[in-house]
């Protein structure tokens, strides 16, 4: 199956760059709507509340959608240097689908968080949020519809994610395509604006969707993505959540 998969996808350019323009616009678009109803339905039924961050601006979701379809389309281009670097033996990846996959993926996940925490890091520079990253924070209050909606150079810096694991390690194509899955997932959930655990403190591990709205509210802190640990230990953590 996964031999299939990577024959027709790495075949050349154009079939890495449409297959990739698909697989984004389809988990970005189903997941994006479902979590809305979902959110919809149980904020009805007053089993969720919304984080006391409320700044929602006219056109906002539509600006964050054509947004996020150019930082799809940047991904798309980005998976054409992958599928060169397949084809001219820079990455490595192994077809074969086994167990080991359970820990490939526990492994991309925290190399995700250790990757995000260095890029937003760098997008809180005073150069790159004036040129760059106030794209993004432009969404005082973030929707489910914020997760990709980047300046294309933040889009392109996040989108390098994949390519450092493949350079050391020939990981299997089920656990690569898991990674952007399980990024935009978190990502949903990081900009839902709503306060999942409220019965925690903020520091708590599953605070994490609090934590990200608080970073969109006041503009700096907690650049972390689920775990709270690199902020803690960098002592970046938010000032309203300490
Ligand atoms: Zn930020
Ligand atoms: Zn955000």
């Known amino acids: 199956m996964m031999k299939i998969i990577s024959e027709v996808v790495f075949a050349n350019w154009y079939h890495a760059f449409i297959a990739m323009f698909l697989f984004f616009n389809f988990i970005y678009w189903v997941f994006s709507f479902l979590a809305k109803v979902i959110f ?8 969720v509340a919304k984080v006391d961050n409320h700044f929602l601006y006219p056109g906002q979701q ?3 959608i054509l947004q996020s379809i150019r930082s799809i389309f940047i991904f798309s281009l980005q998976a054409i240097v992958l599928q060169q670097g397949i084809v001219r033996g820079w990455f490595h990846i192994q077809t074969d689908m086994n167990w080991w996959v359970v820990l490939q993926i526990s492994v991309l996940f925290l190399w995700n968080e250790i990757h995000f925490y260095l890029c937003h890091t760098l997008l809180h520079t005073k150069f790159m949020m004036r040129n760059f990253h106030h794209v993004h924070h432009h969404s005082k209050e973030p929707t ?3 997760t990709f909606s980047f300046h294309w150079i933040e889009a392109f810096l996040l989108g390098t994610v994949v390519f450092f694991p493949l350079m050391l ?3 299997q194509l089920l656990a690569i395509l898991s990674l952007p899955i399980m990024s935009l997932l978190i990502n949903l959930l990081g900009h839902c604006n709503y306060d999942l655990f409220s019965q925690y403190h903020s520091s708590h591990i599953l605070k994490f969707s609090y934590r990200h709205s608080m970073h969109h509210k006041g503009g700096k802190g907690n ?5 709270p640990w690199l902020d803690q230990f ?3 953590t938010a000032k309203q959540d300490k």
């Open 40 to 47: 919809n339905y149980f904020e009805t039924k007053n089993k």
């Open 234 to 236: 960098f002592k970046t």
């Open 223 to 227: 650049l972390g993505f689920l775990l």
């Open 144 to 146: 489910v519809f914020s």
């Open 169 to 171: 390690y020939p990981f």
């Open 62 to 64: 539509k600006k964050e």
